[in-house]
């Protein structure tokens, strides 16, 4: 779920919780069980996001990594055939 389907669940969130605010008992049970489900809502999306963006770093770590010592290696290389005389 993007940020904007995020937005819309707190929105929901709120409107509920006005509600509750002036309903009677028995809707109150009813909005409270409704205002729990959303927030679970929302804070899975959140940890699922949180999740995705840990993963994307991670990947992008070792990108990175791999990407140094593909160029370390191609730098030793280099040197090497340097040293090579030519025939």
Same mark, same amino acid.
């Given at each position: 779920m993007r940020k904007d389907e995020i937005d819309a669940l707190k929105a929901d969130l709120a409107q509920l919780k006005q509600e509750f605010a002036s309903a009677n008992a028995e809707r109150r049970t009813k909005l409270r069980s409704r205002i729990d489900q959303l927030q679970e809502r929302i804070d899975q999306q959140k940890k699922r996001a949180q999740e995705s963006l840990q993963a994307?770093? +991670?990947?992008? +770590?070792t990108k990175r990594e791999l990407l140094k010592k593909n160029a370390s290696a191609v730098g030793q290389a280099l040197k090497e055939l340097a040293k090579t005389?030519?025939?």
């Amino acid at each position: 779920m993007r940020k904007d389907e995020i937005d819309a669940l707190k929105a929901d969130l709120a409107q509920l919780k006005q509600e509750f605010a002036s309903a009677n008992a028995e809707r109150r049970t009813k909005l409270r069980s409704r205002i729990d489900q959303l927030q679970e809502r929302i804070d899975q999306q959140k940890k699922r996001a949180q999740e995705s963006l840990q993963a994307f770093q +991670a990947r992008g +770590a070792t990108k990175r990594e791999l990407l140094k010592k593909n160029a370390s290696a191609v730098g030793q290389a280099l040197k090497e055939l340097a040293k090579t005389p030519l025939t």
